[in-house]
């Protein structure tokens, strides 16, 4: 399926406010941040990975342009969704130990778990400096939404992080955990043009219901892509989710079954030490065996309908609406 076309129309209205908005920060921060975002310096490494797959901003664009408003009005509330999802990613590498992000190092196997700490302490500031440069009604309505959005994002790590020391996780735990730190930040993003546009309460309400279906949908498709992604395409090793013992979607519906799968699997995770590729592809064998990956695929699915009903009898755009859906599909009808 080809990238719907909203996703470079967006990045040629946001990447130069965004630079824009890097630029501000210190020198010392300046470089790590550039280089997490895959903007060339003269001493770092050239990367052709840029600066991800552009969804949050192209949703942010389309709920402005939803209300019957220029795409151009939502790019402050793009922008700070963008830097709180990348600081969420220069933190999440570090706790994760994860050395390749976009088919490069990481930032704090680049520059050192300080600096990258330090820089994603900072993308994280910068985006309410963003929004609130003119403090208008709207806009901090925006930032104020953005708090409660970033608070369950990581309320959402915290427990991600906490099913660590977990033997058994259910589905609907999973689930809870992903729409916290996936679907918050995404249904902020498909809605903060509408509320930087002062739209009626219904139209935002909808988009933000939208935009958390639609998280759960891509991070459905995400843990599909941890575990049975190729390298190629997702710059991490194949089976990753699984040497890190993650307890993505997948692993929680075999360890929901208490059954012959889910002990097998289990004592994979309980293993000491590191788990070897064998240990990798024989968890891998479990999970499929067990319907895991069928089973989120259906997930998956399951959300994307759900994010376009929401949108579906609402009073908005009939072009943006589509757009939405096309984005929707294309973000859940990725390569598995």
């Given at each position: 399926?080809?990238?719907?076309?909203?996703l470079?129309r967006?990045?040629l209205?946001?990447?130069?406010?965004?630079?824009?908005a890097?630029d501000?920060?210190?020198?010392?921060?300046?470089?790590p941040s550039?280089?997490h975002?895959?903007?060339?310096e003269?001493?770092?490494p050239?990367?052709?990975?840029?600066?991800?797959?552009?969804?949050?901003?192209?949703?942010?664009?389309l709920s402005a342009?939803?209300?019957?408003a220029?795409?151009?009005t939502?790019?402050?509330?793009?922008?700070a969704t963008e830097?709180?999802?990348?600081f969420?990613?220069?933190?999440d590498d570090?706790?994760?130990?994860?050395t390749?992000?976009?088919h490069?190092?990481?930032?704090?196997?680049t520059?050192?778990?300080?600096d990258?700490?330090i820089?994603?302490?900072a993308?994280?500031?910068?985006?309410?400096?963003v929004l609130l440069d003119?403090?208008?009604?709207?806009?901090?309505?925006?930032?104020?939404?953005?708090a409660?959005?970033?608070a369950?994002?990581?309320a959402?790590?915290?427990?991600?992080?906490a099913?660590d020391?977990?033997?058994?996780?259910?589905?609907?735990?999973?689930l809870?955990m992903?729409?916290d730190?996936?679907?918050?930040?995404l249904?902020?993003?498909?809605?903060?043009?509408?509320?930087?546009?002062?739209?009626?309460?219904?139209?935002?309400?909808?988009?933000?219901?939208?935009?958390r279906?639609?998280g759960?949908?891509?991070?459905?498709v995400?843990?599909?892509?941890?575990?049975?992604?190729?390298?190629?395409?997702t710059g991490?090793?194949?089976?990753?989710?699984?040497?890190?013992r993650?307890?993505?979607?997948?692993v929680?519906?075999?360890?929901?079954g208490?059954?012959?799968?889910s002990?097998?699997?289990r004592?994979?995770?309980?293993?000491?030490?590191?788990l070897?590729d064998a240990?990798?592809a024989?968890?891998?064998?479990v999970?499929e065996a067990a319907?895991?990956?069928?089973?989120?695929?259906?997930e998956?699915?399951?959300h994307l309908?759900a994010?376009?009903d929401?949108?579906?009898?609402?009073?908005l755009?009939d072009?943006?609406?589509?757009e939405?859906a096309?984005?929707?599909?294309?973000?859940?009808?990725?390569?598995?």
């Amino acid at each position: 399926m080809a990238p719907p076309a909203v996703l470079e129309r967006a990045r040629l209205l946001v990447e130069p406010a965004m630079e824009a908005a890097v630029d501000r920060l210190c020198v010392e921060l300046r470089l790590p941040s550039r280089y997490h975002f895959g903007w060339t310096e003269a001493d770092v490494p050239p990367s052709n990975a840029g600066s991800g797959k552009g969804l949050r901003p192209a949703l942010a664009i389309l709920s402005a342009e939803a209300v019957g408003a220029p795409g151009s009005t939502a790019v402050p509330g793009a922008v700070a969704t963008e830097l709180v999802h990348n600081f969420s990613l220069v933190h999440d590498d570090i706790i994760d130990g994860d050395t390749m992000r976009r088919h490069r190092p990481t930032v704090w196997s680049t520059f050192g778990v300080e600096d990258a700490v330090i820089s994603g302490d900072a993308l994280h500031n910068l985006a309410y400096q963003v929004l609130l440069d003119e403090p208008t009604p709207e806009r901090v309505s925006a930032a104020t939404r953005l708090a409660a959005a970033t608070a369950a994002m990581i309320a959402g790590q915290a427990a991600d992080m906490a099913f660590d020391d977990m033997a058994d996780i259910d589905l609907e735990a999973c689930l809870a955990m992903e729409a916290d730190k996936t679907g918050a930040l995404l249904g902020y993003a498909a809605s903060v043009g509408a509320v930087l546009v002062g739209a009626p309460g219904d139209q935002v309400d909808a988009l933000e219901a939208y935009g958390r279906e639609l998280g759960l949908a891509f991070q459905a498709v995400d843990d599909i892509l941890g575990i049975w992604g190729d390298p190629a395409v997702t710059g991490k090793a194949v089976g990753n989710d699984l040497r890190e013992r993650k307890k993505s979607m997948p692993v929680a519906f075999v360890l929901s079954g208490h059954d012959e799968a889910s002990d097998r699997l289990r004592a994979i995770y309980a293993m000491d030490g590191d788990l070897t590729d064998a240990d990798v592809a024989r968890a891998t064998v479990v999970i499929e065996a067990a319907g895991g990956r069928d089973r989120t695929v259906a997930e998956a699915r399951l959300h994307l309908d759900a994010a376009l009903d929401s949108v579906a009898d609402v009073d908005l755009g009939d072009t943006a609406v589509a757009e939405l859906a096309g984005l929707a599909r294309f973000v859940a009808e990725r390569k598995f």
